[in-house]
């Protein structure tokens, strides 16, 4: 009954631009059930949450990743990739929808496009984990097509900007590995073991595959400030929606 008690005063303000920071502040509250919904393991309910926060507002970030992630988990790539496709431009979460979107590009065989998405997470403004899985992504795309000095030049280039991230070097061992160069490889692995590695609460790997909750977290942020800038015009919207009807 919340759910529905939200979207129906959203609808109630949507139209009216003066109070378009109502709708907004409904998209957040809806995004935020989403992720509730998701952390105790409601996926159905948390996909259909969210799904209604972009009817609402097509543009919102948090939603829509939360969404093509639900579609990704299913094996649904393509609808990943169209859900994915019409993000906006904003922040870290920009960078993990398109990381997301170059993962899925390659699954489905636009390769031309998922090679252009990577790069564009190898960008220094990236975070650093969607930084790592880009260049990882690379190397192993090139060093699976027989290009293993393409993919070396991927991971110096990755290894210099991360140069304690362990499996940078897991993935050059393989380069080297690749190339002939059993002596390096073994070099590479035998390092490892004697260098001070960064101490990650979780591996990029791990970030990857889980649920984006720090996507999530920003919005709430978000649509917390929303809110108190706007507090009378929820109020005004909220006592629309309730106010008896007359008999």
């Given at each position: ?101 170059a993962v899925?590009l390659l ?5 031309r496009d ?134």
């Amino acid at each position: 009954h919340s759910i529905e008690l939200i979207a129906a005063m959203a609808n109630n303000v949507r139209k009216k631009k003066d109070l378009a920071p109502a709708t907004a502040t409904a998209v957040g509250v809806l995004s935020s059930m989403g992720d509730s919904l998701h952390q105790i393991g409601a996926s159905d309910n948390a996909r259909s949450v969210l799904e209604l926060a972009l009817q609402l507002d097509p543009s919102a970030q948090a939603p829509r990743i939360g969404v093509a992630l639900d579609h990704e988990w299913l094996g649904h790539y393509e609808q990943t990739v169209e859900t994915l496709e019409e993000l906006a431009d904003r922040s870290d979460a920009l960078y993990e929808g398109r990381l997301r979107l170059a993962v899925n590009l390659l699954r489905i065989g636009e390769t031309r496009d998922a090679i252009t998405e990577f790069r564009t997470c190898t960008y220094s403004g990236a975070p650093a984990w969607v930084r790592i899985v880009a260049y990882e992504e690379l190397a192993l795309y090139y060093l699976d097509r027989d290009r293993p000095d393409e993919a070396r030049e991927l991971i110096n280039q990755a290894i210099s900007a991360f140069p304690r991230e362990t499996t940078l070097r897991l993935v050059m061992a393989s380069i080297e590995e690749t190339r002939g160069n059993l002596g390096e490889a073994r070099r590479i692995l035998a390092d490892l073991d004697r260098q001070t590695m960064a101490r990650y609460r979780e591996s990029p790997r791990k970030r990857y595959a889980r649920w984006p909750s720090e996507v999530f977290a920003e919005e709430r942020r978000e649509s917390k400030q929303q809110a108190e800038e706007h507090l009378g015009d929820l109020e005004a919207a909220l006592a629309a929606q309730t106010k008896p009807r007359s008999q």
